[in-house]
Nanobody, 121 residues
Framework: QVQLVESGGGLVQAGGSLRLSCAVS????????MAWYRQGPGKQRELVAD???????NYADSVKGRFTISRDNDKNTVYLQMNSLKPEDTAVYYC???????????????WGQGTQVTVSS
């Protein structure tokens, strides 16, 4: 069974840094797009950053210049380096991946369980 296992959330002061990791567990054929989303209190889930298998990235305007998404294709792991954190970055962060579990299997969307990031002022 394929799962996305997140780690790295926590409590940090404004201006601080955190690094989130998300590893694909289970046997897969290929992971295409991977991404981080977040959902703040009383808000809808929003895209933070995404990255293609080839390494092309896209960021929400609110995090450009502060967050960096990267991935290790050999380890099927995606990372989110978050610097200069602000209280408005407080949210549950979710990992996403578009995965095929077999060469003849269609790609499906997978989500992590979420990890809490809290930024204090």
């Amino acid at each position: 069974q394929v799962q996305l296992v997140e780690s790295g959330g926590g409590l940090v002061q404004a201006g601080g840094s955190l690094r989130l990791s998300c590893a694909v567990s289970g046997r897969i054929f290929r992971a295409n797009d991977m991404a981080w989303y977040r959902q703040g209190p009383g808000k809808q889930r929003e895209l933070v950053a995404d990255i293609t298998k080839g390494g092309s990235t896209n960021y929400a305007d609110s995090v450009k210049g502060r967050f960096t998404i990267s991935r290790d294709n050999d380890k099927n792991t995606v990372y989110l380096q978050m610097n200069s954190l602000k209280p408005e970055d407080t949210a549950v962060y979710y990992c996403y991946a578009r995965i095929s579990v077999g060469v003849l299997t269609v790609f499906q969307d997978y989500w992590g369980q979420g990890t809490q990031v809290t930024v204090s002022s």
